[in-house]
């Protein structure tokens, strides 16, 4: 496995405000990796700068093997896709004028147009203008968009914010499929449950800096406090540590069959956040 | 990569496309026509007049459409998805430029229909139109790269319309205020110019103040270009 994105003491500072600061991560080809953290950490900037799009204050970033700031490089464009928050849409074109405009500027048959609103479920509203999509379809066009080329490396920054239950789930399994065809996805979400999903590895970044990164299964093990949670059939509740101390007493409450249930306490991805950056998501 | 006409016309259609529907944009950049239709109901249209409207429709359409169709990409977020794609700045607005050209042709033409234009010297009077329309789009490239809305463009091109767009109105008013003179060597006035020469070599001179100012024009829209950082 070879890094597709390097990331090593990357600075970004906006006038007096240090948003970034010696940010330091590596992508590997072909995972998808989750970028997650509080409002305002940063998620977005980092985006920009890895697509080119803005300039860092210092240190290094490489993407696909090339300084980011070469990305925006009309030659290296087909090979990364992008979603973000403020991609906009064309209002008074339908939703297949405004793929096929992309179709052609990244030379793209047109009857891609179909397998990817069928990615995103909108197959049937493809003559439909823009303007009267709700913000999730609008959201799904956008994804829809940026899957046209088949782009090696995707950076999807909070692609599912808008959309209901069924249509994340159904970009979900659009998602994991398209990574099983070898696109290394990128991705920032509030939703630690898509997160713990999708995500190869996770980072967890708080004040401009990447506190913790490794596989949701890793970090849930990492945070798991060694206890034993047990319900017992008179509504009472006890914890005991998992250890070989407490077999005795779980042996005597399953014996007299006192238990309701049993389980390890494993935090969720979201349990981890909150304990890394010490606020609620928002 | 090298500069894509496919990519140009990408732009170019989707932009035509785009702008059948946009009412206010289309509604500003038809108004010489109402005033052509208006002119063109009187017996004898006089030549100023013919003038007029085809300086209007230079600074309406060449100037205010370009300069809105850019501002409006820039207002919506679509520009950055475009700088996203393989698409370059220069093809999008020579993508752009294309349809100003296009829909000013366009309205021309339609314009001379109703109201009718024949000057002396044509041809020469044509060579400086097609100079006078490179201005006027060079003009409306470096406005929609300094604006970012079609409200702002809507407000910038005043002043240009007025002075541009109007001065072959104004100059009837020199005797009265002696300033108005300077929009003598306006391209509108210059095209004047061309028709009323007795003595055709003499027609370098006219031609060559509408030259300067679309070189200006296309110097400042590429420094403009050039400076400018899509942050
Ligand atoms: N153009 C800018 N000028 C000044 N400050 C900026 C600019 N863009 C971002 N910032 C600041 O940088 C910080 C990081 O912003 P960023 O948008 O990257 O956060 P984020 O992690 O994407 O947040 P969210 O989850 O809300 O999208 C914020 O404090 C923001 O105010
Ligand atoms: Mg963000």
């Known amino acids: 496995m070879s890094s597709i994105i390097e990331v090593t003491h990357l600075e970004k500072v906006f006038g007096d405000k240090r948003a970034l600061q010696d940010l330091n991560f590596q992508v590997e080809q072909g995972e998808t990796f989750g970028f997650l953290g509080p409002s305002g950490s940063g998620k977005t900037t980092t985006i920009k700068i890895l697509t080119g799009q803005l300039r860092k204050t210092s240190g290094e970033a490489k993407v696909l093997g090339l300084p980011a700031e070469q990305l925006n490089k009309p030659e290296y464009r087909k090979r990364f896709g992008v979603v973000t928050d403020n991609s906009g849409l064309y209002q008074r074109l339908s939703i297949f004028d405004n793929l096929k405009l992309y179709a052609q500027l990244y030379d793209v048959p047109l009857n891609r147009i179909e397998e990817v609103l069928e990615m995103v479920n909108l197959r049937n509203e493809q003559k439909t203008q823009v303007v009267k999509l709700s913000k999730g379809m609008t959201q799904r066009v956008i994804l829809a968009r940026a899957l046209l080329h088949k782009p090696e490396l995707l950076f999807l920054d909070e692609p599912t914010s808008a959309l209901d239950p069924v249509n994340s789930k159904h970009i979900h399994t659009g998602l994991k499929e398209l990574n099983k065809l070898g696109t290394t996805i990128f991705l920032t979400t509030h939703d630690m449950s898509e997160a713990d999903y999708l995500c190869n590895r996770v980072a967890f970044l708080h004040k401009g800096k990447v506190q913790l990164l490794d596989t949701p299964s890793q970090l849930k093990k990492q945070f798991r406090e060694e206890l034993i949670q047990v319900e017992l059939r008179d509504g009472s509740q006890l914890e005991l540590p998992l250890a070989p101390a407490s077999a005795a007493e779980l042996q005597g409450y399953l014996a007299a069959d006192q238990v309701e249930t049993i389980y390890t306490k494993e935090p969720t991805l979201g349990d981890i956040f909150v304990e890394v950056t010490g606020r609620e998501l928002i | ?231």
Request: proline share 3%; charged share 15%; hydrophobic share 55%.
């Open chain 2, 1 to 231: 990569m090298s500069f894509s006409i496919k990519r140009l016309m990408a732009i170019f259609q989707k932009d035509l496309k785009d702008l059948y529907r946009n009412l206010y944009v289309l509604s500003t950049v038809l108004l010489p026509l109402v005033f052509a239709f208006i002119y063109g109901r009187m017996d004898e249209v006089p030549a100023e007049i013919q003038f007029f409207l085809v300086s209007l429709t230079l600074s309406m359409v060449g100037t205010f459409l370009q300069c809105a169709i850019i501002a409006e990409e820039k207002e919506k977020n679509t520009l950055r998805g475009l700088m996203l794609s393989p698409a370059t700045l220069p093809e999008i607005l020579a993508g752009k430029s294309l349809v100003t050209v296009v829909i000013t042709i366009v309205t021309l033409l339609l314009c001379i229909r109703m109201a009718g234009f024949n000057p002396d010297h044509i041809i020469l009077v044509i060579v400086g139109i097609v100079l006078s329309l490179i201005f006027f789009l060079a003009l409306g490239t470096w406005l929609g790269l300094v604006t970012r809305s079609v409200l702002e463009a809507s407000v910038y091109v005043l002043p240009i319309m007025m002075i541009f767009g109007m001065s072959n109105m104004f100059i009837g008013l020199k005797e009265d205020y002696a300033f108005l003179q300077v929009l003598e060597y306006t391209p509108g006035l210059q095209l004047v110019e061309i028709a009323s020469l007795t003595d055709v070599s003499q027609s370098w001179k006219p031609l060559l103040i509408i030259f300067a100012w679309a070189a200006g024009a296309v110097i400042l829209s590429v420094i403009t270009f050039r400076k400018r950082s899509f942050d």
